[in-house]
């Protein structure tokens, strides 16, 4: 019998300025509603922006309880302005 993979409880979208460096949080899907999250329930958690990417784990896994060891982030598309990336919070 195949062990199931876990699922992360929340999956953050970022954009990240190539110029400047900061990291905005674009989105948050919250995989135990099936639903996102609200431009306010983001403000309220403290995760709107980040410093760097070290700044952004730390941030991420501390204001929303997830387990650091677990932690996942994957660079998504870039241009000469932005990237784009996706952070995976588990239990």
């Known amino acids: 019998m195949r ?3 876990e ?3 929340l999956v953050v979208e970022i954009e990240s300025d190539r110029k400047t460096g900061r990291i905005k949080t674009v989105s948050v899907f919250d995989n135990r509603t099936q639903k996102y999250w ?3 329930q983001i403000q309220e958690r403290g995760i709107v922006w ?3 990417l070290t700044d952004m784990k730390e941030t ?3 204001n929303l309880n997830g ?3 677990k932690y996942q982030f994957k660079w998504g598309q870039s241009c000469k ?4 990336g996706v952070a995976y919070i588990y239990h």
Do not use: E, G, I, T
């Open 50 to 52: 980040f410093l760097n």
């Open 67 to 69: 387990d650091s060891a």
């Open 38 to 40: 609200s431009v306010d």
């Open 81 to 84: 302005k932005r990237s784009s």
């Open 60 to 62: 991420l896994n501390w």
């Open 7 to 9: 699922q992360p409880k």
């Open 3 to 5: 062990k199931r993979k």
